[in-house]
């Protein structure tokens, strides 16, 4: 299992390390020391898999999407992340972390979110917890995902609008950072993507990694073999796809498909398709692949998923795109859309705009009607009613 797991350095190839200010450190450090004795401790673990099961509601269906099949004519299985609490796979993440939080003697929970996903996943299970919360949002993101910042007040967590730079994404993870610096005893910072200083990107992908664990058991039994042909993620800073590929990476007759957001296409300047348009840098602590200026800046991304529309993409895929162990690909806004829709009328299942992405390059697929297909349905698409019945004018 090692040759695209990270090595004892924090790297995966070229790419990871943890590229931090010296004030943060002491944190990140002890976090690496301590983060996989914890993890594996059979008191985490049991609560660990207790808290999946009976609160998260896992696992998650692998669901046999018949008329999809037909119609892409060959057989196409949903990995059902849009089924746990709360709607998606971060959950997944946050129920790890909080444990592993609780374990550190922490009080005090930080996270960023964009589209407010992960805030919501991490404001559910502080308040699982009781321990305090704090989500840093960009001001412009509060106003435009108001559903989720509601969610956030109703659970308890205090929301602090991120007012510099582009007051999204990026400005948030600055104030997280900046937060943890001020208060690194008390306080953990949630990640909620791949990506991040050593060990965050390598503890994101374990704590996701039941998806393909279980993905590997439930096609045993149905087709009677645990390798699919083709699996398929889309990519915003890389956990669900992570998760759905990781007990795969060894087996290379399995071929891993990432789908990144192309937005408005991939050269429009509106765009989030980072493997295409990046090249290598360091983001939010690590070395990677991300979308930057001439000079260094990091490009504005776009993308109409609030989840896929993130400039990098976490360490471990760049490692995977570079070695080419996994295919990255890009699917406009339109596209998605598309495929969305498709997905609803086929199958009674509204995907989430960020999944529909990861549905789209079906189209672009040739098959001979053999093979098994896995894609990940990441999350339910409740969140983007309001974007789809707009787009069709429904
Ligand atoms: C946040 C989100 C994503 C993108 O994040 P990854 O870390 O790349 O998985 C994808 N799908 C859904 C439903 C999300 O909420």
């Not at 931090?20 to 059979?42: A, F, G, K, S």
């Amino acid at each position: 299992m090692n040759k695209y797991q990270v090595n004892e350095n924090g790297y995966y190839g070229d790419f990871g390390g943890a590229y931090i200010p010296e004030m943060l450190y002491p944190n990140v450090e002890y976090l690496r020391q301590q983060y996989l004795n914890i993890m594996y401790e059979p008191e985490f673990q049991r609560e660990f898999q207790q808290l999946l099961k009976d609160y998260v509601g896992r696992p998650s269906p692998l669901f046999l999407a018949e008329r999809l099949s037909k119609k892409y004519g060959t057989t196409i299985y949903l990995k059902r992340e849009d089924l746990n609490h709360t709607g998606a796979h971060k959950i997944n993440n946050t129920v790890g972390q909080i444990l592993l939080a609780e374990r550190l003697g922490k009080k005090r929970i930080i996270a960023e979110t964009g589209a407010g996903q992960h805030g919501v996943a991490t404001a559910t299970v502080c308040a699982l917890k009781g321990l305090e919360c704090i989500v840093y949002m960009g001001e412009k993101d509060i106003v435009r995902q108001a559903p989720n910042v509601a969610r956030m007040k109703m659970m308890g967590a205090t929301v602090i609008p991120a007012t510099s730079g582009s007051k999204t994404l990026k400005d948030a993870t600055n104030e997280a950072m900046r937060d943890w610096i001020n208060n690194p005893i008390d306080t953990h910072y949630i990640i909620g993507s791949a990506v991040g200083p050593h060990p965050y990107p390598d503890m994101v992908a374990r704590f996701q990694s039941v998806i393909s664990e279980e993905t590997k058991i439930q096609l045993k039994e149905k087709t009677g073999s645990e390798y699919p042909d083709y699996v398929l993620a889309c990519v915003g800073g890389g956990s669900n796809a992570m998760g759905m590929f990781y007990h795969f990476l060894d087996d290379e007759n399995v071929k891993l498909i990432a789908v990144e957001a192309a937005g408005k296409g991939v050269h429009s300047g509106e765009s989030a398709a980072t493997t295409l348009l990046g090249k290598e840098g360091v983001l939010h602590g690590s070395r990677s692949i991300l979308m930057q200026t001439a000079d260094g800046q990091v490009t504005e991304p776009y993308s109409i998923s609030a989840g896929l529309d993130y400039p990098g993409i976490g360490p471990q895929h760049a490692h995977l795109f570079k070695v080419k162990r996994a295919e990255y690909v890009s699917i406009t806004d339109d596209e998605a859309m598309q495929a969305g829709l498709l997905c609803a009328r086929l199958e009674g299942i509204i995907p989430a705009i960020e999944s529909a992405h990861a549905f789209a390059h079906l189209e672009k697929m040739k098959f001979t009607g053999n093979e098994t297909v896995v894609i990940c349905l990441s999350g339910r698409g409740d969140k983007d009613l309001d974007t789809y019945t707009k787009y069709f004018d429904l």
